[in-house]
């Protein structure tokens, strides 16, 4: 038999055809170690160039920021990072006497922030229940496309109906003074970070598998005591991971806050009033990085906002990955 000898089956017999030579050539064998190291090599560095894309893009605003808090003296660099952060005056643009007190612009963003949770969290985690343990399977194969549609929604769509539709709907109906306010943005963000929250938690929920299920329903549970007391606690790791990937969605939008929430820089005072106007991190970066002249007090402070914001969420990442690292160990039974 030569090495160029293949083997033909019969259409009709057990095997399919194998048509690759039963013994490779010295160029075909090196052609093909060539070929595997080559894509190997591909690989890695394109997972290498998207890492030091990252690790560049955190150089850069770190770069930019240490003017802001590091010119003068120790002590004024102390002072300014204290007013930086516990201070509510945002009036970089004074030609005099500026103020650069960051707190009610912190403040907003984790306005936004929660009140979008507490209304997604609630309804993705039972909308991800609804098609893991209740809904059949033909229902679950169309409303879950459906529900990750609307992620790719861009975000000044999901902006202008918060300007166009909501806000006159809360000026009318609920007696607001402006429909440009803190309830608004989060409702809209609320509606942003579903598909997210929805997705992942189903995933985990899923992920949990029939033998669990079954052996509740064997012990005499029933299907609500079933998902309430196993299944949900069962899928903790990765509610919890949707959770925080939610949040990330919410905490790092910009162009719906920036329509949608007044962008006046402010802590709402009484604090639960939603009704009134506030500003976020994103927003104060989108509206004034493009006006500030390169080298100025105000252009530094704006990216100081960024490393708070970069801060934010790359804490968020680290516990995503760990509560995701959980749920793949728990799909492979470890």
Partial sequence: MTNSQTIQLDPTG?????TRPLRLSAAEDLR??????????????????????????????VYEA????????????????????????????????????????ITGSLY?????????????V???????????????????????ILAAIPSVAYGVFAVMVVAPWMQRRLGFNTGAN???????????????????????????????????YALGATRAETIVKVVIPAAHSGIVAAVIL?????????MVVW??????????????????SIRTMTATIAGELGEVPKGSDHYYVLFAIGILLLAFTFTLNLFSEYFMAKVKRQARGG
Avoid at 189 to 213: C, H, N, Q, W, Y
């Fill in 32 to 61: 093909g170690y060539i070929g595997s190291h080559l894509g190997r090599a591909f690989l890695f560095m394109t997972t290498f160039l998207s890492v030091v894309a990252v690790l560049l893009i955190f150089a850069f605003v």
């Fill in 112 to 124: 936004v922030t929660v009140c979008s949770l507490l209304l997604a969290v609630p309804i993705g």
């Fill in 126 to 148: 039972l909308a991800a229940v609804f098609l893991s343990d209740i809904a059949p399977f033909q229902l679950r194969q169309i409303c879950k496309p459906l529900i990750e």
């Fill in 259 to 276: 329509m949608a929430s007044g962008n006046a820089s402010r802590i709402p005072s009484p604090w639960w009033d939603l009704s009134q």
């Fill in 182 to 216: 803190a309830l608004n943005a989060s409702l809209i963000l609320a509606v942003m970070a579903l598909p997210t929250i929805i997705s992942v938690a189903e995933d985990a929920l899923s992920a949990i598998g029939r033998k669990t299920r079954e052996a509740s």
């Fill in 66 to 105: 240490l003017p802001f808090f590091f010119k003068g003296s120790w002590a004024d660099a102390f002072a300014r990072v204290k007013e930086f952060l516990t201070a509510n005056n945002w009036y970089p643009q004074r030609e005099h006497d500026p103020y650069y007190g960051a707190l009610a612009i």
């Fill in 14 to 18: 057990a095997a399919a055809r194998f």
């Fill in 246 to 254: 939610g949040m990330m969605r919410a905490i790092g939008e910009t």
